[in-house]
């Protein structure tokens, strides 16, 4: 048998190799890799190859030590995943623990809101952020000298026309007033700015619920009836409303709703200033105007709204007290609401 002969049967040899263990593919290595293995004896014969061979005979050569050699570590390779992936699973051993993650307190008080109100019938509505002047003031009855319209309460993109970041969620009422025919019954939560200093107690962006019911004959009677029933699913049933006169732009009469105080009883305390009350949310009849501008006709229809700051609501339920906190991303902070989910 010829030198050359022998190095292609090698090479034939060594394609058809498969190994099923790592001391099966050493055993490889050694017979042909190693320093007095096959590949090494061959070169070492190199110089008694007929001198119009060696030219063939070397490149040969050299093809099957690199062949070897990429299978040895292919082989290699496949065969230590395959090790890890088999590896026997002690099942004494403690289990891992899995870390869960938390929605956020905002989250969690804003989809507790939104299921009360879906169990009265009200659907959710959303709008966008970048309002016009429109659908913030001029269709909710704000006149052109008020004060919420300077720049030191809102946050203008554009000047004529108005181009703003909305100040509050009423903004989709008018949106919803002007495409849909009455009976409307829907809350509107969402994310809305004001220009103010952020401090403990107010920040420049924060979260509101508003909701909206339009009909015929909808009396101030069933706005409180329905804001009762909110109170008590929310706070609890020994939870108590009372509803003071105040004015709104878009609503007469207007009133703000206060609860009492649930962690004194009412008796009062540093948090509800020893008042017994806790103030959560504005509310109204519909001013005849605002259905008037969205081509209702406030003879035939009437409606209640109401709106309360979803922030406000969660310091309540959890006892926070600095809005900071929310948008801080301290997860010492946000790990306490373990709920998910």
Request: proline residues 5%; hydrophobic residues 40%; charged residues 25%.
């Amino acid at each position: 048998m010829s030198m050359l002969q022998k190095v292609k049967d090698f090479l034939h040899e060594t394609e058809h190799f498969t190994a099923k263990s790592l001391e099966e593919l050493e055993q490889f290595r050694l017979k042909f890799l190693s320093k007095k293995g096959i590949i090494q004896e061959l070169f070492n014969e190199f110089k008694e190859v007929p001198s119009e061979q060696k030219k063939e005979f070397g490149q040969k050569l050299n093809e099957l030590k690199d062949f070897v050699h990429h299978k040895f570590v292919q082989l290699k390779t496949l065969l230590e995943e395959a090790g890890h992936t088999t590896r026997k699973i002690d099942l004494t051993l403690p289990g891992e623990p899995f870390i869960l993650g938390s929605q956020h307190p905002i989250s969690i008080i804003r989809f507790e809101i939104i299921g009360i109100f879906n169990r009265l019938g009200f659907t959710v509505s959303e709008g966008p952020e970048i309002e016009d002047d429109w659908h913030v003031f001029s269709a909710l009855n704000f006149p052109p000298e008020h004060p919420a319209r300077d720049m030191q309460d809102t946050f203008f993109i554009e000047k004529n026309p108005d181009v703003i970041l909305r100040t509050h969620t009423s903004s989709v009422q008018i949106r919803m007033m002007e495409t849909q025919n009455p009976p409307i019954r829907i809350i509107m939560p969402g994310r809305v700015f004001r220009n103010e200093a952020i401090s403990a107690r107010a920040h420049c962006f924060f979260h509101q619920v508003e909701g909206l019911y339009i009909d015929r004959n909808v009396s101030f009677a069933d706005l409180k009836q329905t804001l009762m029933f909110f109170a008590k699913e929310m706070f609890g049933e020994e939870t108590q409303i009372r509803l003071r006169p105040s004015f709104f732009p878009f609503t007469e009469p207007s009133a703000e709703m206060d609860i009492s105080c649930s962690l004194c009883g009412g008796k009062g305390c540093n948090v509800c200033k020893y008042t017994g009350w806790l103030e959560i949310l504005g509310c109204g009849m519909v001013d005849p105007n605002v259905l008037e501008s969205c081509k209702i006709d406030s003879k035939a229809y009437s409606g209640f709204a109401f709106g309360m700051g979803i922030e406000r609501i969660a310091m309540l339920k959890f006892g926070i007290r600095d809005l900071r906190l929310y948008s801080e991303n301290d997860l010492r902070f946000l790990r306490q609401f373990n709920r998910v989910g």
